[in-house]
């Protein structure tokens, strides 16, 4: 199976940057895509960024789209997201998750964004 580790999470005032960091370990080797998700309070957990293993191949939600960034580093197993002109309906907690395994979700990290 796969472990998960989200980091770099925090307040930030809205126009602000930040950067989210996804450590995997264990079967990281089958992991395909990578995917950030965000589940703010009292809504669905939903889709953020994800990036293809084989190519670099992104997809980003439009809400996010030309504001996030998402990257990997396949030697430390790691994948990031950078948030740039944060707002505050970006508040949530940020989960990484590869698509390979399912029932694969780490603790998430809080992003607060405040007006």
């Known amino acids: 199976q796969v472990q998960l580790m989200e980091s770099g999470g925090g307040s930030v005032q809205a126009g602000g940057s930040q950067r989210l960091s996804c450590a995997a370990s264990g079967r990281t080797f089958s992991i395909q895509t990578m995917a950030w998700f965000r589940q703010a309070p009292g809504k669905e957990r939903e889709f953020v960024a994800a990036i293809r293993r084989r190519d670099d191949n992104k997809g980003y939600a439009d809400s996010v789209k030309g504001r996030f960034t998402i990257s990997r580093d396949s030697a430390k197993n790691t994948v990031d997201l950078q948030m740039n002109n944060l707002r505050p309906e970006d508040t949530a907690v940020y989960y990484c998750?590869?698509?390979?395994?399912?029932?694969?979700w780490g603790q998430g990290t809080q992003v607060t964004v405040s007006s």
């Open positions: 998750h590869p698509i390979t395994y399912p029932a694969a």
